[in-house]
């Protein structure tokens, strides 16, 4: 677990029933759940295989050590997983150096709770190599706290991710709205007893008891994130 500014353990009263909001990033923040997959691609093509693009919504959201471990066995590749996570990340990297898209409403989201002084973690089943890039550009003092995938011992669809962060900034999970894109960090989320807002990106996430669904971060922000605690009795 990584800290980037200290966390922040001051609270207004207005918002005392939201004790934090913890945010994805891949497909979330930044629109590039796409980058991964053209990462993969192009590795596979180099080791002689092509991807079926069905497999994509296999290895969306998922932790590094999942999504190509599948494709070492779906594609028969002759690499091994620190080789090819090596091979992944270095494409990814490629990619964000060139061109960081964040997704629609997300750096109005960011500001808004930064100044109202929300307590916030950026929890990704990336690397801390592939976030503490993306924060160049992201912006490091929208988060009190950051962790990374290879930094938790079991990451998402496991909860220990969104538990390691709320205990981080001191906040009751029940209190956490968790803010995500796939199936799998919602998987994460709701087991860590989180409420939940799901803006899919690449597959579909229905609605369901303490999940709310919507389109874009635009439909989400301070009052929406609020209510969601206040009204979850």
Known sequence: MTSTVPAVGTRTAEGAA????????????????????????????GLG????????????GGPMTRSAGFLIEATGADITLPELTDLLNDGFEDRISRALPLMPGAERLLAELA???????????????????ILDSLGSQHFHLTIAGDEVERTKPHPAPYLLAAAGL????????????????????????????????????????????????????????RKLITGMH
Request: hydrophobic residues 50%; aromatic residues 6%.
């Open 115 to 133: 100044a109202h002084r929300v307590p916030t973690a950026l929890v990704s089943a990336s690397h801390r190599r592939i976030i503490d890039r």
């Open 18 to 45: 939201l004790q934090a909001v913890l945010l994805d990033m891949d497909g979330t923040l930044v629109d590039t759940e796409g980058f991964w997959w053209d990462a993969e691609v192009e590795v596979f093509a």
């Open 49 to 60: 295989h092509t991807l079926d693009d069905s497999w994509r919504h296999v290895v969306v």
């Open 170 to 225: 001191g906040a009751d999970p029940a209190r956490c709205a968790v803010i995500e894109d796939t199936a799998t960090g919602v998987a994460a989320a709701e087991a860590a007893g989180c409420r939940v807002v799901a803006v899919p990106s690449v597959a579909p996430i229905a609605p369901a008891d303490g999940r709310t669904v919507v389109s874009s971060l635009e439909e989400v922000d301070l009052p929406f994130l």
